[in-house]
């Protein structure tokens, strides 16, 4: 989570309201996306914003699952706040009639940052996808065998560098998530496949668990590092949702990528390494497998 200022604090926090003409995104209209300030989950598209001449940013539309809905004590408003951490955007109003979709999500600026086009676009012809699937000593050994893809490094997403090791994140109170960062060509092997396997390889619908291994450091998540990332994700969600593939809800979250931090050289091909340790024999080795079966047509050659 990012570290708030006192004015931030009282507008996603404790649910204020900053003055109109005041934010700084009220006339914005570069192309790019619109983030939650204080966990930075994609919020918004620029192709959603209109000029509403209301004094606060307005947008159309949102980034599917992004934003909750709750009515006001008072019965008058609809307050809207950030799915994944709960804070303050600001509120929602219908039949304005004011673009096509008669709808106006009132946003306070301070409770967004933004990110232009050309932040999100990777100079390296390679792309890069960041997952989150319970112990990242399971997911790496997948990933590594997918033609295509160029690097898997093990490593921490969600929290700060200070305590981005092991034994601080094994505590569950760093806001890190084990994860994978995958570097593959896209012309090879696409962000839906890639997406495709995480999503088989283990359990979205365990909050904060995978097996036996329990706490945040273990959630279901993917950090997505452009808008292109946004939409895949969350429409493979909405997709395994409508499948109806397991009868729990699934609490995989979506979250735009910020820092990567790699793990200790220990936990670098961890299975290809330990394949005798009792964790690697029980665990990994069954997920690995079957893996290997199901996505036979994924893998490099020399694996075929």
């Known amino acids: 989570m990012k570290q708030l ?13 900053e003055q109109p003409f005041s934010g700084e995104y009220v ?9 939650c300030k204080k966990c930075l989950a994609p919020l918004y598209k620029s192709e959603h914003k209109f000029n509403a001449h209301c004094g606060w940013p307005a947008f159309d539309d949102e980034i599917p699952g992004a934003v909750d809905r709750t009515p006001d004590e008072d019965g008058h408003r609809i307050e809207i706040t950030c799915r ?13 009639m004011l673009t096509a979709k008669n709808i106006r999500h009132c946003v306070n600026s301070v409770s967004m940052i933004f990110q232009t086009a050309d932040e999100l676009k990777k ?15 399971c997911i790496e050994a997948v990933f590594n ?4 893809v160029i690097e898997v490094t093990p490593g921490y997403c969600g929290g700060s560098g200070s305590d981005a090791n092991y ?11 084990e994860v994978i960062l ?4 896209d012309r090879i092997i696409s962000y839906q496949s890639l997406l495709a396997v995480f999503f088989a390889v283990h359990n979205p619908t365990t909050l904060n668990q995978q097996g036996n291994d329990k706490g945040p450091q273990y959630r279901s998540v993917i950090f997505t590092h452009s808008t292109e990332q946004v939409d895949q994700a969350t429409i493979a969600i909405s997709k395994l949702i409508q499948l109806a593939i397991w009868p729990k809800p699934i609490v995989t979250e979506v979250a735009m990528f910020e820092a990567f931090y790699p793990a200790e050289s220990v936990h670098e091909n961890y299975f ?5 340790q009792p964790y690697c024999e029980l665990i990994i080795k069954p997920k690995f497998e079957m893996a290997m079966k199901r996505f036979e047509q994924l893998l490099k050659d020399t694996d075929k």
């Open 182 to 185: 995958v570097e593959f060509d």
């Open 145 to 148: 065998e997918l033609n295509g």
């Open 5 to 17: 200022t006192e004015f931030e604090k009282y507008v996603i926090e404790q649910k204020g309201t």
């Open 84 to 96: 994944k951490c709960d804070g303050h955007l600001g509120h929602i109003f219908e039949g304005e």
């Open 123 to 137: 100079v390296n012809r390679n792309q890069f996808a960041t997952f989150g699937a319970g112990c990242f000593w």
């Open 272 to 276: 290809a390494n330990n394949a005798e």
């Open 167 to 177: 034994m601080a994140v094994c505590s569950g109170e760093t806001a890190h998530a």
């Open 27 to 35: 006339n914005h209209d570069a192309p790019g996306l619109y983030l």
